[in-house]
């Protein structure tokens, strides 16, 4: 895996902590990821480029509309002063390399000195209940889980809820493929200090809603301030009318 930096960004991202928005169920951990992105205005820091990515490249869908900017299969968004950095994934894994997409992630958050990883991710509402609790459904219903000798929740305030029980479906978490599970593996064993998922059981459908919940937990956890919340412009198209959205996301 490569890191191409944006100009005037380095290729290090000390005691940063790094916001990964996962592609996996329902898109939620993407939407999440661009409403960060959008609301924190966070500016381009780099790319990277993996052969266990499948390709695109269209319009930036976070930017306005007739900029001409390029989208690219991962791209990482910053700020400075909040040490903080959003990577977006745009496109799935290449069928198959899931596993080997997370461990090449982690050595590059590893060799960036990234000093925490917040993965965010969709998983698949069918799934909801495999640890015994029917409460998973639903947009509040956001559970958090650590990597081993990892985890950090810096506001206690926040009354995260654990996920319930050591498997998803039936799928024991040590060998499920899907996001985020491989990545907060891999970062552990990659060297990053400390890891942690923050996961919401949704359908396919309008998940605006779940990714503000998402998003809003993510800005907390990883100390980013207080945050003017902003509808990217990619969602007036993805759930139909804007005025829509925006009476949900400003709710």
Avoid: K
């Amino acid at each position: 895996m490569a890191f191409t930096p944006a100009p005037g960004w380095p290729d290090q991202l000390s005691d940063f902590t790094l916001v990964v928005g996962c592609a996996g169920a329902a898109n939620v951990g993407q939407l999440a990821a661009e409403l960060l992105i959008t609301s924190l205005a966070l500016t381009p820091a780099g790319w990277l480029t993996s052969a266990h990515v499948l390709p695109c490249a269209g319009n930036d869908a976070l930017q306005p509309p007739g900029t001409g900017t390029l989208a690219l299969p991962l791209e990482l968004h910053a700020c400075r002063h909040r040490r903080l950095a959003v990577l977006l994934q745009r496109a799935p894994a290449v069928q198959g390399r899931q596993t080997a997409l997370a461990a090449e992630l982690a050595a590059w958050a590893a060799r960036a000195s990234v000093g925490r990883a917040l993965l965010l991710a969709g998983l698949d509402g069918r799934e909801a209940g495999g640890g015994g609790a029917e409460a998973q459904i639903g947009a509040a219903a956001l559970r958090f889980c650590a990597a081993a000798g990892g985890c950090w929740l810096p506001d206690a305030a926040l009354r995260l809820t654990q996920l319930e029980g050591e498997t998803v479906g039936d799928v024991p978490l040590a060998e499920a493929r899907a996001p985020p599970w491989p990545l907060l593996r891999a970062l552990p064993d990659a060297g990053v200090p400390a890891a942690l998922a923050l996961t919401l059981f949704a359908s396919e459908g309008d998940n605006s809603g779940h990714a503000r919940v998402l998003a809003q937990a993510a800005a907390a956890v990883a100390g980013a301030g207080a945050v003017e919340w902003r509808q990217p412009p990619s969602w007036a198209s993805a759930f139909g009318a804007t005025r829509a959205v925006a009476r949900e996301l400003y709710a």
